[in-house]
Nanobody
Framework: VQLQASGGGLVQAGGSLRLSCVAS????????LGWFRQAPGKEREFVAA????????LYVDSVKGRFTISRDGAKNTVVLQMNSLKPEDTAVYYC???????????????????WGKGTLVTVSS
């Protein structure tokens, strides 16, 4: 599986961005998908994950109510809709896929099957 993320950019605080990650390969539906982010000088942190069916989602507390993760099976895509952005959301965002982790297990970055290249999100105050 190859993951290709896009949609990052510069936005003012309070604005919105939509990140997309296209997954190649026929086994897309067998993977739990997620997003992580890494701010300068900080560890990579979990942001959100969505189950294989799309029916279950999990978020880090700091983005609950502002971010929404979803997946589109027809397009082999996972989307992170980010609203009410804050300067502290500034980071490089990475999509991730794992065949065996649960949605809860996706909060742990170690042992992840696949990572996409990051896309930079910058939120100005």
């Amino acid at each position: 599986v190859q993951l290709q993320a896009s949609g990052g950019g510069l936005v003012q605080a309070g604005g919105s961005l939509r990140l997309s990650c296209v997954a190649s390969g026929r086994t897309y539906r067998t993977y739990v998908l997620g997003w992580f982010r890494q701010a300068p000088g900080k560890e990579r942190e979990f942001v959100a994950a969505v189950s294989r069916s799309g029916g279950e989602a999990l978020y880090v507390d700091s983005v609950k109510g502002r971010f929404t993760i979803s997946r589109d099976g027809a397009k082999n895509t996972v989307v992170l809709q980010m609203n009410s952005l804050k300067p502290e959301d500034t980071a490089v965002y990475y999509c991730a896929a794992d065949r065996f982790k649960s949605v809860q297990g996706m909060t742990i970055s170690g042992g992840m099957d696949y990572w996409g290249k990051g896309t930079l999100v910058t939120v100005s105050s």
